[in-house]
C-alpha cells in the first residue's frame, strides 16, 4: 500500500458542530502532518506526529485538536469552527524529508 | 523568516515546448528541495526531489539546484496540455519536519 487515504473527502458542518477527520497510511512512515490550504494558496502547516508524538503545532486554534492513535492513523478533532476555516485539509506522511499527501477533506463551515 | 518565493504566473507554454518554473529560498541552511504538481481541486503531488548541487532528471521533468545561488528551478520538456497545474516548489528547514511551500506557479500548456 503506497497511498496515505483520508475520509471523509467532503464534510458541511455548521458552526456548532463536532466533527473528526481521519487519515490512514500504510508505508510505515514516522512522520504524519495536518495542512490547512485555502484556494489559490500554498499548504500551510497545521501538526507534525513523529513517532505518535506530537511534535510541531503551529499556534493553530484549539477549535482543531490532533490525535494520533497509532502509527498508522491520524485524526483531526474540530469543534466551533469557523466560516473562515472552510478549507481543503491535507494530511501527508514521510519516512524522510519526501511528503506523501493524501486526497484531502473539503470542509466546509456554515 | 524563512521563505520560498515563486513567480504566480500564469505561464503559458504551447504544447511541445519547454516550460521553466523557478523557485528562489532565503534559508541557507536547507538540505531538500521538492517539486510538487497540484491539480485544480486536487492535494500536491510529489514529482521531484532534490538534494545536491546540479541537475537530476526524470523523464520528460529535470530538477536543477544551485545552493550558492539559493535557485531551484523545474524544466519540463515536451509539455503536454495534461501539465497544466499549478506547481510547487518547496524547502525542507534543515534537519526538521517543516516544510516551507512557495506560492506556486500556475502553468498552461496550450494545445
Known amino acids: 500500500d503506497t497511498e496515505v487515504t483520508q475520509t471523509p473527502k467532503h464534510l458541511v458542518m455548521g458552526m456548532t458542530n463536532k466533527k473528526s477527520l481521519k487519515c490512514e497510511q500504510h508505508m510505515g512512515h514516522r512522520a504524519m502532518y495536518w495542512y490547512k490550504q485555502k484556494a489559490k494558496k500554498p499548504p500551510e502547516l497545521m501538526f507534525v506526529?513523529?513517532?505518535?508524538?506530537?511534535?510541531i503545532n503551529e499556534s493553530v486554534p484549539s477549535r482543531f485538536s490532533p490525535e494520533c492513535p497509532n502509527s498508522s492513523l491520524l485524526n483531526l478533532h474540530l469543534h466551533a469552527l469557523q466560516p473562515e476555516d472552510s478549507a481543503l485539509y491535507l494530511c501527508?506522511?514521510?519516512?524522510?524529508?519526501?511528503?506523501?499527501f493524501g486526497p484531502g477533506t473539503r470542509l466546509t463551515v456554515l | 523568516q524563512k521563505e520560498v518565493e515563486q513567480n504566480s504566473g500564469p505561464l503559458s507554454v504551447p504544447e511541445g515546448a519547454i516550460a521553466s518554473l523557478n523557485c528562489t529560498y532565503s534559508?541557507?541552511?536547507?538540505?531538500?528541495f521538492f517539486w510538487y504538481r497540484q491539480y485544480s481541486g486536487k492535494s500536491p503531488e510529489l514529482i521531484m526531489s532534490i538534494y545536491s548541487n546540479g541537475d537530476k532528471e526524470d523523464g520528460r521533468f529535470t530538477a536543477q539546484l544551485n545552493k550558492a545561488s539559493q535557485y531551484v528551478s523545474l524544466l519540463i520538456r515536451d509539455s503536454q496540455p495534461s501539465d497544466s497545474a499549478t506547481y510547487l516548489c518547496a524547502v525542507n528547514v534543515a534537519g526538521g519536519f517543516k516544510t516551507i511551500f512557495g506560492a506556486g506557479t500556475r502553468l498552461f500548456v496550450k494545445a
Open positions: 534559508d541557507r541552511g536547507s538540505q531538500s
Open positions: 501527508a506522511s514521510s519516512q524522510g524529508p519526501s511528503q506523501f
Open positions: 506526529y513523529s513517532y505518535e508524538k506530537l511534535s
